[in-house]
């Protein structure tokens, strides 16, 4: 028996998955905590832009998951020892950078920095920098338009740049002390395999893509002139960082006999190259040419993959568009809804105060109504935007409330909105030679709301597939080792030993979906109208268009 | 010691109030529900449109509150006696018409109509004839502009003609059973003056002014002709309505001998012409000249009043400029919100299911936050916009959330809203030329809602007074009682002796001024661009300009 071991980096914590290469079975898996924080998210009441983590915390959480799984899978099959494990793979949040000094050591666990927030890991939805990420985007417009064409052609402050320029001008000291900065999905394997050169560390295509503007063709990251337009300490920075980012082919390095003692395991295994949760997520997820997957959690991310040997249009609005960022061999195309789940955790359990048998009710009220059925329209933007609009300046709404509207209509209506957001993006994609032939959605809402999917599906006019597995993300990255510890010839053939369908399918219903065009035509109204798209944009009828359809819905 | 009665009715419930004429000593009162519906109110949960209410319950009320009352005042002072009362008068809720048999009796008291929905009272705030109130002003515009010139050129879902028509298209059996409709303010006085010919009602003109376009210029209701434009049973129907209608100057008759001995009172008193709640809300606070009076409940209605010598220009989206309809000698300016206590209690009551603690906390909390400092705007119209849109087809809107977004602020936020759509009411009328050179608030949220009042300060720039009475319309209808039993020379003299204003004042505070300034023109965009005034809007400003404003009022 050959296993292979993922470990998954959520927002909120960490899993560690060991799964059988034979045939994808899951043999255990543990999920641990950050200790800091509020779920483990640092945050600042003042400032809802930002959102850090506290590194060490990563680190405890790994010993924690990872002996948790060893334990399950022991538990579950005798056959099972720790030296079956044949390599291992880590997913991150991204884009999460944190500044590490010329040791590699977070400045975080040094006890001058323990406690400044700048000096921690940025996490992906801190949105501290937007007014760095419109500068860099305005600078690369004038100078190097290429660097932003392949991220919609805009800039976010999710990403890696825009937050260390927002360190370096708000917090000098942190700047001046980081010898390096480097992702969360890079740094977690270079801690495994012992690596105490940040020059040293195998950096991910994943990560460096987009987000940190890197790319084959112009040389890798941007070049130094350019940065020197954003600051020369950028420029110098370059050369602290790396020259070549590595896709899936390529492993981050062996374990090292510290960490293969502190986790049980065996030294000098195979450790895969990092890549952000929801890029194994997909390969965990069964992606391949024409399918889309969809990452439905806290927010939601899109995933498919082109071979390299088409030709792939720059496509606006859409955040990256990356050889080898998700699949070998292939450019990934990535697209995400900054808040998804968020947005009914912030509805019912921060405004409505509820648990979950809040969450039960709301769903089962929600269920029994009709499509327009509320008269109410939401938009699903109460952390920005990320595709088609990509800016996270915006905000929530929701319209069409009256003296008899309920909290389960607006549940409803905000499910309805992220489904909306879902559509706009499969438009765009399709719309600039993207197929999507098979939608596949994987993480805990897919497998939990069948009142989301329903709505999805209903929306989209496409059949929703839900993956196999419940921990897409951490399976994606055993895939992952497992090819890369050469127990399969490619990703195909281990996506098909290691990754399954659940048996249930969305399909889309013809009433609801007409409701849902015309509801859509209204949402994309006011998406152009607020996301600026259109400035001249005639409102007068929205409202009323909403009563009609509501009135019509419940004859 | 002379004494008077005032009757208010409201929408949950009616108040009987005892005042002595010479120096406005509040001797009792006394507030009896209405024992059908929710609160009193007949809904239909599928249909948020409908309103109504039982009249029999007006009688049940009637005798509980007066009797109530007049037990109160023996009680607090050993002089009273029920032969102390000269007078009394009624106000109720408008434009409520009720459909009545030959002998004036409610369809709705007799076994046949009693649960027929088409036949009860028609409440104000039923807008299921929206339709029909489109077409008339629709008909209206094209043959009698000067019609609708006096109700900001648009008829409203909210008043006579629409509401009858309605019943007429929807229930025609109790369209013909009903042999004339009376307004609910004409038609309690006229049962305690033992009227049993709806030809013999005295209507006010109050009610009758632009609610049933009652002009004495176009020869008072709209002629034959154009009602048979909306159907020939309309202008049949005109035959059995009335000819004439009154202001305050005209008693609506004397109390009868039976209605005396059910309510202790001393037969043949005069009993005052009805006027709609808030006109006599308006006397009861000490409108003049130059003062506006807001009553603020459930909804908000605005009354103003300028000498019939002088000239009153129309006023786009004002509902109603009628000769006497407050004070005789004056032209009444009336104004409103369709809703405003409502919307805070669809808010704390509905949606997060709160009681009076949550009031509570929520004021406190909501106290606490800067102007601006939610990033939150919210549109007014969960019940539709009175003035100066006259749109009963809009909804509210709530936008600028974010995933940390509370409930208090989303509180606060709307009790802005209200604001707003009350500043816009001001600029309107003083545009067209209405002076505002003194705001008087009454109703129950001007005296318990400390923060909402100094909000609508801030907002509106002007000094918020409180009415010294909390029970102004049913003052102001005792005032008017008192003056047609010639305790006064007239209403000046009679609000004199009789009204007075309570010791606080509310002043605007300039930072927030500043604020609030800001965000009312966002506020004025929004209205303008979902109102329909403007067609060609440019909103992709809006969110990011409450983020400055937010950023800017957390430092």
Not at 119 to 142: G, N, P, V
Not at 371 to 377: E, K, M, V
Not at 500 to 526: C, F, G, M, V, W
Request: glycine share 10%; hydrophobic share 40%.
């Amino acid at each position: 028996m050959k296993c292979s071991l993922g470990i998954d980096y959520g927002t909120n914590s960490v899993r560690a998955l060991v799964v059988r290469c034979d045939n994808g079975e899951e043999l255990g898996s543990f999920v641990a905590g950050y200790p800091s924080g509020k779920d483990g998210v640092l945050i600042d009441p003042k400032d809802h832009h930002l959102a850090r983590q506290h590194p060490p915390d990563y680190l405890v959480g790994l010993e924690l998951c990872v002996k948790g799984a060893l334990a399950a899978a022991a538990k579950k099959n005798k056959a099972f020892t720790p030296a079956t494990i044949i390599g291992l793979g880590v997913d991150t949040t991204g884009s999460s950078p944190i500044p590490v000094d010329s040791a590699n050591r977070a400045l975080a666990s040094l006890p001058k920095w323990k406690k400044n927030p700048a000096a921690q890991c940025w996490l992906w939805r801190d949105h501290t920098s937007w007014q760095e990420a419109a500068r860099i985007t305005e600078l690369a417009a004038k100078h190097r338009p290429e660097y932003i064409a392949k991220c919609g052609n805009t800039y976010s402050s999710e990403w890696f740049w825009s937050k260390i320029w927002h360190c370096l001008k708000t917090a000098p000291d942190v700047f001046q002390a980081a010898y390096s900065w480097v992702e969360m999905c890079d740094w977690i394997p270079s801690v495994l395999c012992g690596i105490e050169d940040p020059k040293q560390i195998k950096r991910g295509i994943c990560a460096a893509g987009h987000k940190a503007l890197y790319c084959d063709e112009w040389g890798g990251l941007p070049d130094k002139k350019f940065l020197s337009l954003l600051s020369p300490k950028l420029a110098e920075l370059r050369d602290r960082l790396y020259d070549k980012a590595h896709d899936a082919n390529t492993a981050a390095g062996t374990l090292s006999s510290t960490w293969g003692k502190k986790l049980g395991l065996p030294a000098g295994i195979p450790v895969a190259i990092g890549e952000m949760d929801v890029h194994y997520g997909a390969i965990g997820s069964g992606v391949r040419e024409g399918t889309l997957v969809k990452v439905i959690g806290t927010s939601t991310c899109d995933c498919a993959v082109v071979p390299a040997t088409k030709k792939v249009k720059d496509i606006p609005g859409i955040c990256g568009i990356v050889k080898g960022a998700i699949l070998p061999g292939f450019y990934g195309v990535e697209a995400g809804q900054s808040a998804v789940g968020d947005i009914f955790k912030w509805w019912i359990e921060s405004v409505c105060e509820g648990d979950a048998a809040l969450y039960a009710s709301l769903a089962k009220e929600a269920a029994k109504l009709q499509p327009g059925g509320s008269g109410l329209l939401a938009l699903d933007w109460n952390n920005g935007n990320r595709t088609v609009l990509v800016d996270p300046m915006l905000s929530g709404l929701l319209l069409g409330t009256t003296l008899h509207t309920t909290k389960a209509e607006i549940y409803r209506a905000l499910i309805e909105a992220t489904a909306f957001g879902a559509r706009a993006i499969i438009e765009r994609i399709e719309e600039y030679g993207v197929p999507v032939k098979r939608i596949v959605c994987a993480g805990g809402i897919a497998e939990k709301n069948p009142l989301l999917m329903q709505i999805y599906a209903d929306v989209t006019g496409r059949t929703m597939l839900v993956a196999g597995s419940s921990q897409a993300c951490a399976l994606g990255a055993a895939v992952s080792a497992a090819v890369l510890a050469g127990v399969f010839k490619d990703f195909p053939a281990a996506q098909k030993a290691m990754t399954s369908l659940k048996d249930i399918e969305y399909k889309p219903r013809a009433a609801a979906r007409k409701t849902y065009n015309r509801l859509y035509a209204l949402y994309k109204t006011l998406h152009d109208a607020f996301g600026g798209v259109n400035r001249q944009a005639d409102l007068s009828g929205v409202m009323k268009e909403l009563l009609t359809i509501k009135s019509h819905s419940q004859k």
